[in-house]
Protein backbone atom coordinates (compact mmCIF):
# COMPACT_ATOMS: atom_id res chain seq x y z
CA UNK A 1 0.00 0.00 0.00
CA UNK A 2 1.28 3.44 -0.78
CA UNK A 3 1.42 5.60 1.63
CA UNK A 4 3.71 8.64 3.42
CA UNK A 5 4.90 8.19 7.41
CA UNK A 6 3.60 11.80 8.80
CA UNK A 7 5.38 11.14 12.78
CA UNK A 8 4.53 8.40 15.29
CA UNK A 9 2.46 9.03 18.65
CA UNK A 10 0.91 6.01 20.34
CA UNK A 11 1.30 4.13 16.83
CA UNK A 12 2.82 5.54 13.46
CA UNK A 13 0.35 7.60 11.64
CA UNK A 14 0.38 7.64 7.82
CA UNK A 15 -1.35 9.55 4.90
CA UNK A 16 -2.34 7.13 2.52
CA UNK A 17 -1.49 8.27 -1.48
CA UNK A 18 -5.42 7.41 -2.15
CA UNK A 19 -6.21 10.38 0.00
CA UNK A 20 -3.45 12.81 -1.36
CA UNK A 21 -5.79 14.90 -3.22
CA UNK A 22 -8.35 15.35 -0.21
CA UNK A 23 -6.20 18.67 0.25
CA UNK A 24 -4.87 19.26 3.99
CA UNK A 25 -3.37 22.13 6.37
CA UNK A 26 -0.62 22.25 8.49
CA UNK A 27 -1.07 24.95 11.31
CA UNK A 28 1.36 25.31 14.29
CA UNK A 29 3.21 28.76 16.16
CA UNK A 30 6.89 29.64 14.84
CA UNK A 31 9.23 27.19 15.43
CA UNK A 32 6.95 24.45 15.98
CA UNK A 33 8.06 22.39 13.03
CA UNK A 34 5.85 23.32 9.81
CA UNK A 35 8.66 23.22 7.59
CA UNK A 36 9.53 20.10 8.89
CA UNK A 37 6.13 18.90 8.04
CA UNK A 38 6.09 20.21 4.40
CA UNK A 39 9.65 18.55 3.34
CA UNK A 40 8.39 14.94 5.04
CA UNK A 41 5.14 15.44 2.82
CA UNK A 42 6.84 16.83 -0.55
CA UNK A 43 9.71 14.23 -0.20
CA UNK A 44 7.12 11.28 0.48
CA UNK A 45 4.78 12.16 -2.73
CA UNK A 46 7.94 12.94 -4.76
CA UNK A 47 9.09 9.14 -3.73
CA UNK A 48 5.59 7.65 -4.94
CA UNK A 49 5.89 9.38 -8.43
CA UNK A 50 3.84 12.54 -7.55
CA UNK A 51 5.22 15.66 -9.05
CA UNK A 52 5.48 18.60 -6.04
CA UNK A 53 5.40 22.43 -6.45
CA UNK A 54 5.95 24.65 -3.62
CA UNK A 55 6.92 28.29 -2.19
CA UNK A 56 10.10 28.47 -0.68
CA UNK A 57 9.11 31.71 1.76
CA UNK A 58 12.26 31.50 4.15
CA UNK A 59 14.66 29.43 1.73
CA UNK A 60 14.63 26.50 4.15
CA UNK A 61 12.93 24.33 1.76
CA UNK A 62 15.46 24.55 -1.01
CA UNK A 63 17.32 21.56 1.08
CA UNK A 64 15.73 19.28 -0.43
CA UNK A 65 18.03 19.29 -3.22
CA UNK A 66 20.69 17.81 -1.04
CA UNK A 67 21.47 14.45 0.65
CA UNK A 68 21.61 15.11 4.30
CA UNK A 69 24.54 14.75 6.82
CA UNK A 70 24.29 11.48 9.13
CA UNK A 71 24.35 12.24 13.14
CA UNK A 72 23.97 10.55 16.18
CA UNK A 73 20.61 12.49 17.12
CA UNK A 74 18.82 11.80 13.61
CA UNK A 75 19.78 8.23 14.28
CA UNK A 76 18.48 8.07 17.37
CA UNK A 77 15.15 9.62 15.86
CA UNK A 78 14.66 7.22 13.29
CA UNK A 79 14.87 4.53 15.57
CA UNK A 80 12.60 6.16 17.74
CA UNK A 81 10.22 6.41 15.22
CA UNK A 82 11.08 2.96 13.62
CA UNK A 83 11.62 4.15 10.09
CA UNK A 84 12.51 1.50 8.18
CA UNK A 85 15.36 1.48 5.41
CA UNK A 86 16.36 5.05 6.41
CA UNK A 87 18.81 6.37 3.66
CA UNK A 88 20.70 10.03 3.54
CA UNK A 89 19.23 10.96 -0.10
CA UNK A 90 18.96 14.31 -2.53
CA UNK A 91 15.38 14.71 -4.22
CA UNK A 92 14.80 15.57 -7.91
CA UNK A 93 14.52 19.14 -8.07
CA UNK A 94 13.86 22.31 -10.14
CA UNK A 95 14.39 25.61 -8.83
CA UNK A 96 12.39 28.31 -10.22
CA UNK A 97 12.49 32.12 -9.59
CA UNK A 98 9.58 34.94 -10.65
CA UNK A 99 13.36 37.19 -10.83
CA UNK A 100 15.12 34.68 -12.92
CA UNK A 101 17.81 35.09 -10.12
CA UNK A 102 17.52 32.27 -8.11
CA UNK A 103 16.23 29.48 -10.78
CA UNK A 104 14.35 29.28 -14.18
CA UNK A 105 12.26 32.38 -14.83
CA UNK A 106 8.91 32.05 -14.84
CA UNK A 107 6.76 34.03 -17.11
CA UNK A 108 3.28 33.98 -17.70
CA UNK A 109 1.13 36.97 -20.17
CA UNK A 110 -1.00 39.31 -19.25
CA UNK A 111 -4.01 37.82 -21.15
CA UNK A 112 -3.65 34.54 -19.48
CA UNK A 113 -3.26 36.43 -15.42
CA UNK A 114 -6.19 37.90 -16.15
CA UNK A 115 -8.21 41.22 -15.38
CA UNK A 116 -9.35 40.09 -11.70
CA UNK A 117 -5.82 39.23 -10.99
CA UNK A 118 -4.15 41.49 -12.16
CA UNK A 119 -6.12 44.44 -10.55
CA UNK A 120 -5.52 42.83 -7.29
CA UNK A 121 -1.80 42.67 -7.90
CA UNK A 122 -1.77 46.27 -8.80
CA UNK A 123 -4.47 47.24 -6.08
CA UNK A 124 -7.13 48.98 -8.02
CA UNK A 125 -10.59 49.95 -6.64
CA UNK A 126 -13.71 48.56 -8.18
CA UNK A 127 -13.99 51.43 -10.90
CA UNK A 128 -10.18 50.75 -11.82
CA UNK A 129 -10.66 47.61 -12.55
CA UNK A 130 -14.28 47.64 -14.24
CA UNK A 131 -11.90 49.71 -16.83
CA UNK A 132 -9.44 46.92 -17.10
CA UNK A 133 -11.98 44.68 -17.57
CA UNK A 134 -13.32 46.89 -20.67
CA UNK A 135 -9.42 47.28 -21.53
CA UNK A 136 -9.36 43.13 -22.13
CA UNK A 137 -12.93 43.10 -23.24
CA UNK A 138 -11.65 45.27 -25.97
CA UNK A 139 -8.26 43.61 -27.07
CA UNK A 140 -10.58 40.04 -27.31
CA UNK A 141 -12.59 41.84 -29.67
CA UNK A 142 -10.46 43.12 -31.68
CA UNK A 143 -8.01 40.24 -31.47
CA UNK A 144 -5.10 42.26 -29.98
CA UNK A 145 -2.62 39.97 -27.82
CA UNK A 146 -1.49 41.05 -24.40
CA UNK A 147 2.06 39.51 -23.47
CA UNK A 148 3.68 41.82 -21.29
CA UNK A 149 3.23 45.11 -19.53
CA UNK A 150 4.38 47.50 -22.58
CA UNK A 151 1.48 45.80 -24.69
CA UNK A 152 -0.90 46.34 -21.71
CA UNK A 153 0.04 50.10 -21.37
CA UNK A 154 0.39 50.91 -25.42
CA UNK A 155 -3.80 49.39 -25.11
CA UNK A 156 -4.66 51.70 -22.13
CA UNK A 157 -3.46 54.77 -24.01
CA UNK A 158 -5.77 53.85 -27.16
CA UNK A 159 -8.38 53.73 -24.69
CA UNK A 160 -7.86 56.86 -23.37
CA UNK A 161 -7.84 58.39 -26.94
CA UNK A 162 -10.60 56.40 -28.31
CA UNK A 163 -12.21 57.02 -24.47
CA UNK A 164 -15.82 58.39 -26.48
CA UNK A 165 -16.48 55.86 -28.27
CA UNK A 166 -15.39 53.11 -26.04
CA UNK A 167 -17.62 54.21 -23.54
CA UNK A 168 -20.64 54.01 -26.12
CA UNK A 169 -20.34 50.59 -26.66
CA UNK A 170 -18.32 49.44 -23.27
CA UNK A 171 -18.98 51.23 -20.71
CA UNK A 172 -18.23 55.12 -18.84
CA UNK A 173 -13.83 55.33 -19.61
CA UNK A 174 -12.45 58.28 -17.29
CA UNK A 175 -9.24 59.19 -18.01
CA UNK A 176 -8.16 59.81 -14.30
CA UNK A 177 -8.85 56.23 -13.80
CA UNK A 178 -6.83 55.06 -16.65
CA UNK A 179 -3.82 57.52 -15.35
CA UNK A 180 -4.32 55.44 -12.18
CA UNK A 181 -3.93 51.84 -13.70
CA UNK A 182 -1.10 53.30 -15.47
CA UNK A 183 1.05 55.02 -12.20
CA UNK A 184 0.09 51.11 -10.67
CA UNK A 185 1.65 49.35 -13.78
CA UNK A 186 4.83 51.50 -13.61
CA UNK A 187 5.00 50.93 -9.41
CA UNK A 188 4.66 47.14 -10.50
CA UNK A 189 7.51 47.63 -13.06
CA UNK A 190 9.90 49.35 -10.52
CA UNK A 191 9.43 46.56 -8.00
CA UNK A 192 10.44 43.72 -10.64
CA UNK A 193 6.66 42.91 -11.82
CA UNK A 194 8.21 43.40 -15.13
CA UNK A 195 10.02 40.25 -15.02
CA UNK A 196 6.63 37.66 -14.48
CA UNK A 197 5.32 39.11 -17.72
CA UNK A 198 6.30 38.01 -20.98
CA UNK A 199 7.23 35.41 -23.21
CA UNK A 200 8.09 31.99 -23.46
CA UNK A 201 5.16 31.77 -20.77
CA UNK A 202 5.39 28.67 -18.17
CA UNK A 203 4.31 25.23 -19.52
CA UNK A 204 2.47 23.47 -16.82
CA UNK A 205 3.34 19.66 -18.18
CA UNK A 206 6.89 21.09 -17.30
CA UNK A 207 5.60 20.77 -13.56
CA UNK A 208 4.45 17.55 -13.88
CA UNK A 209 7.25 15.09 -14.84
CA UNK A 210 9.20 12.38 -13.12
CA UNK A 211 12.90 11.84 -13.27
CA UNK A 212 14.59 8.54 -15.03
CA UNK A 213 14.39 6.65 -11.59
CA UNK A 214 10.22 7.40 -11.38
CA UNK A 215 10.47 9.80 -8.90
CA UNK A 216 8.25 12.60 -8.89
CA UNK A 217 10.08 16.21 -9.08
CA UNK A 218 9.44 18.74 -7.10
CA UNK A 219 9.34 22.58 -8.42
CA UNK A 220 10.55 24.67 -5.99
CA UNK A 221 9.42 28.39 -6.50
CA UNK A 222 12.10 31.06 -4.68
CA UNK A 223 9.73 33.22 -2.63
CA UNK A 224 12.35 34.72 -0.18
CA UNK A 225 12.03 37.89 -2.26
CA UNK A 226 8.54 37.32 -3.61
CA UNK A 227 7.23 37.08 -0.30
CA UNK A 228 8.07 40.75 0.28
CA UNK A 229 5.49 41.88 -2.37
CA UNK A 230 2.32 39.83 -0.53
CA UNK A 231 -0.25 41.02 -3.64
CA UNK A 232 2.14 39.60 -6.41
CA UNK A 233 3.26 36.40 -4.22
CA UNK A 234 -1.01 35.59 -3.52
CA UNK A 235 -2.07 36.33 -6.77
CA UNK A 236 0.68 34.36 -8.85
CA UNK A 237 0.17 31.03 -6.96
CA UNK A 238 -3.86 31.67 -7.10
CA UNK A 239 -3.13 31.97 -10.81
CA UNK A 240 -1.12 28.71 -11.01
CA UNK A 241 -3.59 27.19 -9.09
CA UNK A 242 -6.08 28.06 -11.83
CA UNK A 243 -4.57 27.01 -14.76
CA UNK A 244 -3.91 23.55 -13.44
CA UNK A 245 -7.97 23.75 -12.48
CA UNK A 246 -9.00 24.96 -16.22
CA UNK A 247 -6.71 23.03 -18.18
CA UNK A 248 -6.37 19.10 -16.74
CA UNK A 249 -9.03 16.65 -17.62
CA UNK A 250 -11.40 14.96 -15.33
CA UNK A 251 -9.86 12.06 -12.96
CA UNK A 252 -11.91 10.95 -10.57
CA UNK A 253 -10.38 9.51 -7.75
CA UNK A 254 -6.85 8.05 -8.45
CA UNK A 255 -4.78 5.64 -6.39
CA UNK A 256 -2.46 8.78 -6.14
CA UNK A 257 -2.23 12.21 -6.81
CA UNK A 258 -1.25 13.80 -10.12
CA UNK A 259 0.25 16.59 -8.40
CA UNK A 260 0.67 18.42 -5.11
CA UNK A 261 0.41 22.19 -4.12
CA UNK A 262 1.79 23.54 -1.03
CA UNK A 263 1.48 26.94 -0.22
CA UNK A 264 3.64 28.50 2.81
CA UNK A 265 2.06 31.42 4.59
CA UNK A 266 -1.61 30.96 3.23
CA UNK A 267 -2.88 33.75 5.27
CA UNK A 268 -1.38 36.11 2.38
CA UNK A 269 -3.45 34.66 -0.29
CA UNK A 270 -6.73 35.55 1.51
CA UNK A 271 -5.65 38.95 3.39
CA UNK A 272 -7.45 41.82 1.69
CA UNK A 273 -8.93 39.40 -0.92
CA UNK A 274 -12.46 40.44 -2.82
CA UNK A 275 -15.20 38.34 -2.30
CA UNK A 276 -15.38 37.27 -5.75
CA UNK A 277 -11.70 36.19 -5.54
CA UNK A 278 -12.26 34.30 -1.92
CA UNK A 279 -15.11 32.45 -3.89
CA UNK A 280 -13.08 31.79 -7.23
CA UNK A 281 -10.47 30.36 -5.03
CA UNK A 282 -13.06 27.61 -3.31
CA UNK A 283 -14.74 26.70 -6.17
CA UNK A 284 -11.11 25.81 -7.59
CA UNK A 285 -10.63 23.97 -4.71
CA UNK A 286 -13.41 22.13 -3.88
CA UNK A 287 -13.31 20.98 -7.94
CA UNK A 288 -9.89 20.64 -8.78
CA UNK A 289 -9.59 16.97 -6.00
CA UNK A 290 -11.37 15.37 -9.12
CA UNK A 291 -8.27 16.54 -11.47
CA UNK A 292 -6.01 14.68 -9.25
CA UNK A 293 -4.52 17.37 -7.63
CA UNK A 294 -3.91 17.90 -4.25
CA UNK A 295 -3.69 21.32 -1.80
CA UNK A 296 -1.74 21.81 1.20
CA UNK A 297 -1.73 25.35 3.12
CA UNK A 298 0.46 25.88 5.50
CA UNK A 299 0.15 28.61 8.39
CA UNK A 300 0.37 29.58 12.08
CA UNK A 301 -3.30 29.53 12.34
CA UNK A 302 -5.79 27.56 11.07
CA UNK A 303 -8.53 30.13 11.04
CA UNK A 304 -5.70 32.14 8.63
CA UNK A 305 -7.70 29.84 6.02
CA UNK A 306 -11.49 31.13 5.44
CA UNK A 307 -14.38 28.62 6.98
CA UNK A 308 -15.56 27.93 3.59
CA UNK A 309 -11.83 26.39 2.35
CA UNK A 310 -11.09 25.18 5.21
CA UNK A 311 -14.16 22.96 5.04
CA UNK A 312 -12.39 20.89 2.43
CA UNK A 313 -9.42 20.53 3.81
CA UNK A 314 -9.20 16.65 4.90
CA UNK A 315 -5.86 15.90 5.97
CA UNK A 316 -4.34 18.27 8.72
CA UNK A 317 -1.31 18.48 10.80
CA UNK A 318 -1.50 20.52 13.78
CA UNK A 319 1.36 21.30 15.99
CA UNK A 320 2.15 23.18 18.83
CA UNK A 321 -0.02 26.12 19.55
CA UNK A 322 1.00 28.77 22.03
CA UNK A 323 -1.54 31.17 24.04
CA UNK A 324 -0.07 34.24 24.80
CA UNK A 325 -2.92 36.54 23.69
CA UNK A 326 -6.78 36.23 23.26
CA UNK A 327 -6.06 35.41 19.42
CA UNK A 328 -3.61 32.77 20.30
CA UNK A 329 -6.64 31.38 22.77
CA UNK A 330 -9.42 31.70 20.14
CA UNK A 331 -7.26 29.64 18.10
CA UNK A 332 -6.27 26.74 20.27
CA UNK A 333 -9.75 26.40 20.59
CA UNK A 334 -11.20 26.25 17.15
CA UNK A 335 -8.23 23.69 16.38
CA UNK A 336 -9.41 21.61 19.64
CA UNK A 337 -13.08 21.83 18.04
CA UNK A 338 -12.28 20.98 14.45
CA UNK A 339 -10.18 17.70 15.35
CA UNK A 340 -12.12 15.07 16.25
CA UNK A 341 -11.82 13.65 20.30
CA UNK A 342 -9.51 10.99 21.17
CA UNK A 343 -11.95 8.53 22.88
CA UNK A 344 -8.71 7.27 24.61
CA UNK A 345 -7.92 10.56 26.18
CA UNK A 346 -11.04 11.36 27.81
CA UNK A 347 -11.38 14.09 30.09
CA UNK A 348 -7.44 15.53 29.03
CA UNK A 349 -7.98 17.82 26.63
CA UNK A 350 -6.43 15.63 23.93
CA UNK A 351 -7.14 15.07 20.19
CA UNK A 352 -5.95 12.53 17.91
Same mark, same amino acid.
Given at each position: ?????? *??? /??????????????????????????????? &???????????????????????????????????????????? *????????????????????????????????? +?????????????????????????????? /?? /? /???? &????????????????? +???????????????????????????????????????????? *????????????????????????????????????????????????????????????? +?????????????????????????????????????????????????????????????????????? *??????
Amino acid at each position: MDKILV *GKG /DRPVYLLSRYGNRHGLVAGATGTGKTISLQV &LAEGFSRLGVPVFMADVKGDVAGLAMAGSPSERIRERVAQIGIE *GFSHEANPVVFLDVFGKAGHPVRTTISEMGPSL +LGRILELNDTQEGILEIAFKLADDQGLLLL /DM /D /DLRA &LLNFVAENRTEISTHYG +LVSTQSISAIQRSLLSLEREGGKSLFGEPALDLSDMMRTDLSGR *GIISILAADQLILKPRLYASFLLWLLAEFYENLPEVGDLDKPRLVFFFDEAHLLFNDAPPV +LRQRVEQVVRLIRSKGVGVYFCSQYPDDVPNEILGQLGNRIQHALRAYTPRDQKAVKTAAETFVANPSAA *GQGRVF
